[in-house]
C-alpha cells in the first residue's frame, strides 16, 4: 500500500473517501488537459440524456438557499424545484416554497412525519 494511504488510514481516512479522493484529482486533471468530460449523460436505455454538472449545481444551489434562508424571485424558484409554482404553498421533492410577496418567495424544507422525507401523497396504498 503506497505511504499515502496508510497515513490517510491512520489519520481516519476511510478507504471510500481516499477513493473519492482519486477519482476528483482524476477529473480536475482531465478539465486542465481539456480533455471532454462525462458531465453529459446520454444513455437511450436510461431515458436520455442528463447534464449531471447542471443537476449537482441545482443541489448545491437549493441547499445554500436552505441554509440562508434567502428570499427568492419565482424565475429561481422555478429553477430550484424544476417547476413553475403555481400556488402560493407549493410542495416538491420534500421542499416546500412559501411566496412571502408578489416576486418573493422563501425555500424551506418539508417536515419529516414520516422519517423518510417524502410526502405520504405520493406512497402506494396497499
Do not use: C, H, Y
Not at 16 to 39: C, D, H, T, V
Request: glycine share 12%.
Amino acid at each position: 500500500m503506497p505511504d499515502w494511504i496508510t497515513q490517510a488510514t491512520a489519520q481516519g481516512v476511510k478507504p471510500e473517501q481516499a477513493l473519492a479522493f482519486i477519482g476528483l484529482g482524476l477529473m480536475q486533471k482531465m478539465a486542465a488537459s481539456g480533455q471532454e468530460l462525462p458531465w453529459l449523460w446520454s444513455e437511450a436505455e436510461d431515458g436520455g440524456q442528463a447534464d449531471l454538472a447542471a443537476l449537482r449545481q441545482r443541489l448545491e444551489l437549493t441547499q445554500l438557499a436552505l441554509q440562508t434562508g434567502a428570499p427568492l424571485s419565482t424565475a429561481e424558484v422555478t429553477q430550484l424545484l424544476g417547476a413553475r409554482p403555481g400556488a402560493a404553498v407549493v410542495e416538491r421533492g420534500g421542499l416546500r416554497a412559501r411566496r412571502l410577496s408578489r416576486n418573493v418567495w422563501k425555500l424551506t424544507r418539508v417536515a419529516e412525519e414520516s422519517g423518510n422525507g417524502f410526502n405520504d401523497g405520493f406512497r402506494r396504498r396497499l
